[in-house]
């Protein structure tokens, strides 16, 4: 499976994003699609993840409310809606796939099967 995200760039505070990940190699009714961010000096976080076999969605506390994950299976193509950007979400946005268990997903970084190459998101005015 290869995955190509897209969608970065530069916004001011209070802006918005979408953010795209386009899977090849497999639909995505067999796996379920993270998103992950790495802001400079930082670790990699977890951030939102979907699984389109059952529809259930994950976003982790600090952007909920603000980011939207979602999937068009048609596309192949996973995305992220994110809405009133603050420049704490500055960093670089990974999407990553694991393998669909019969139930959801989840944003352990250390059980993805597949990464893709990161999107730079800038957040300044």
């Known amino acids: 499976v290869q995955l190509q995200a897209s969608g970065g760039g530069l916004v001011q505070p209070g802006g918005s994003l979408r953010l795209s990940c386009t899977a090849s190699?497999?639909?995505?009714?067999?796996?379920?699609i993270a998103w992950f961010r790495q802001a400079p000096g930082k670790g990699r976080e977890g951030v939102s993840c979907i699984s389109s076999a059952d529809g259930i969605t994950y976003h982790t506390d600090s952007v909920k409310g603000r980011f939207t994950i979602s999937s068009d299976n048609a596309e192949n193509t996973v995305y992220l809606q994110m809405n009133s950007l603050k420049p704490e979400d500055t960093a670089v946005y990974y999407c990553?796939?694991?393998?669909?268990?019969?139930?959801?997903?989840?944003?352990?970084?250390?059980?993805?099967?597949?990464w893709g190459k990161g999107t730079l998101v800038t957040v300044s005015s």
């Open positions: 190699g497999s639909t995505l009714d067999r796996y379920a």
């Open positions: 990553a796939a694991h393998r669909y268990g019969g139930w959801g997903c989840h944003v352990m970084a250390n059980r993805m099967d597949y």
